[in-house]
């Protein structure tokens, strides 16, 4: 075993390391800026549509000596709410740039609803030739590892599925009443059993299982249906990955952070260690944060108490400042279990060798010696290095989701929200982020669209640095990012507001 974990930790060293029911239809991404049909042949590389890249500057693109940025460009499709958008390929650490991007404007249609149910609904809005629905604004980042496959399905696929999970709840949130507790039937026998229920309620009877046992209801908001609507679209866009990684070649797996806009509201789902904040007037408002061996210890040492099978007897669930030498058996060494924050000394024991299942700080924190990411999608195959252990038990698909009501708030053309893959934040923290956003939107004018796209680009050219003879340097010559950068900037006060 100990000679696995030295591999591990020295393919890390290197880089090599991984780092950090209906079923949506199959076909590539739908009407929206990022329109593309089809799925790539496996292992091609490929960008994001919405930048509409000639072969030379898709040959520019993917140039790790050059790291030209990439942004949309001016006369072509501009991307909804003239958001910016700007990202640019590592410097080596990956043949090809593992980060890819989505922004779509989606139609929910309502789905069809079964007689009688839910019949007396109003406010289902009728659009594009008497459609019933309602649309949202989507922009998502999908930071891929040990391959770009995984990126490339979710930033086809999510969308879809966050829109096939709201379309049942079309006329429920448009309807300003609290949403029903449980929704009737909806297949052929249970029609009868519907009416067989309002004959009986015609009749006077109640059903008994009808009679309520409890007098309390939880009250369950629109807002919480979308958030549930959004986790389970992560879900199943995890569940068609593993379903597909065979015949689509889809090694590896990606963090996911997407930012959803709907009736008012922002959804800012993130499964991963990508970044979103908000600038308002100068204020900096996180809207994720991330999940990794460190931020989710706890979780992970309880499933590995629960479930020690998972550990291969090659790990421990405790953690310990350092590795245990074997000559310090029966000594009292400082740990931490799942329950603790602080930490305390215990007498070692011959078990406590094992390999810590949680080893590292900072960015360098790894969980099995291998992973440095515990939530996103993918990573069905995933192993400690060298052996039949499976990782994917301990990592989820499911994002923290957190909202934002734009309503509340009367905002200027300077206020936006931020997106960015982990290689922008590597190198720069929010307020310095939050200071660019600040100083290219002063120097252009208001109705300016193309302002946001210059943030994003000088966000990235910031944060990649500039090639020197001991490689890529900040302007405090300190390292710049050699991952992928990928950066969303947009407006908080939506289309058409500042023209």
């Known amino acids: 075993m100990l000679l696995r974990v030295r591999a591990a930790v020295a393919q890390l060293a290197a880089g090599l390391g991984a780092g950090p029911g209906a079923q949506p239809p199959a076909e590539g991404r739908g009407g929206g800026a990022g329109a593309g049909r089809g799925s790539p042949p496996p292992a091609a590389f490929c960008r994001p549509a919405f930048l ?15 790291r030209a940025v990439q942004s949309p460009r001016d006369g072509r499709r501009r991307l909804p709410w003239s958001t910016g958008y700007a990202e640019v390929i590592n410097a080596g650490k990956s043949q090809h740039n593992e980060d890819q991007a989505c922004c779509e404007v989606v139609f929910v249609e309502q789905r069809p609803s079964p007689r009688g149910c839910l019949s007396s609904r109003e406010g289902s809005r009728e659009l594009d030739g008497g459609r019933k629905g309602f649309y949202f604004h989507y922009w998502a980042l999908f930071d891929g590892h040990a391959g770009s496959g995984a990126a490339v399905m979710a930033s086809e696929r999510l969308h879809l599925h966050i829109c096939e999970q709201l379309r049942e709840l079309v006329e429920i949130l448009q309807d300003p009443s609290p949403p029903p507790i449980c929704l009737p039937h909806d297949t052929q026998s249970g029609s009868a059993d519907t009416n067989q229920m309002s004959n009986a309620e015609g009749c006077g009877e109640v059903p008994s299982d009808a009679v309520p046992r409890f007098h309390l209801e939880k009250a369950v908001s629109h807002e919480s249906l979308v958030i549930g609507a959004i986790e389970n679209a992560f879900k199943h866009m995890d569940e068609q990955i593993e379903r597909e990684r065979a015949s689509q070649h889809l090694p590896g797996g990606c963090c996911a952070l997407a930012a959803i806009y709907l009736m008012g509201k922002f959804y800012v789902a993130n499964a991963g260690d990508s970044r979103a904040i908000i600038i308002r007037n100068g204020e900096i408002i996180p809207m994720s944060r991330e999940f990794t061996p460190e931020t989710e210890r706890q ?8 479930r020690p099978e998972l550990l291969g007897k090659e790990f421990t669930h405790l953690e310990f400042p350092r590795r245990i030498q074997p000559k310090e058996l029966g000594k009292k060494m400082l740990y931490r279990d799942q329950n603790m924050n602080g930490w305390a000394y215990k007498k070692i024991e011959e078990d406590d060798l094992k390999f810590p299942l949680i080893f590292g700080e900072g960015k360098k924190a790894r969980m099995m010696a ?48 931020v997106l960015g893959t982990d290689g922008l934040w590597d190198v720069t923290n929010d307020e310095e982020v939050a200071g660019v956003v600040m100083e290219v939107l002063t120097s ?48 908080l006060g939506g289309p058409g507001n500042y023209t």
């Open 52 to 66: 509409q890249l000639t072969p030379e500057e898709l040959r520019r693109a993917d140039d790790h000596t050059g």
């Open 299 to 306: 979780r992970l040492q309880f499933l590995a108490l629960l």
């Open 370 to 417: 291998t992973i440095g990411v515990t939530r996103g999608l993918g990573d069905h195959d995933l192993k400690v290095f060298s052996s039949n252990i499976h990782i994917k038990p301990f990592l989820s698909c499911f994002p923290e989701v957190r909202v934002y009501d734009l309503t509340q708030y009367e905002h200027c053309p300077d206020d936006v929200l």
């Open 444 to 491: 252009y004018e208001p109705n300016d669209p193309c302002r946001y796209t210059m943030v994003a680009q000088e966000l990235v050219v910031r944060s990649r640095g500039v090639l020197k003879e001991r490689g890529w340097r900040l302007a405090n010559d300190k390292l710049g990012s050699g991952d992928d950068i990928s950066v969303f900037v947009i407006p």
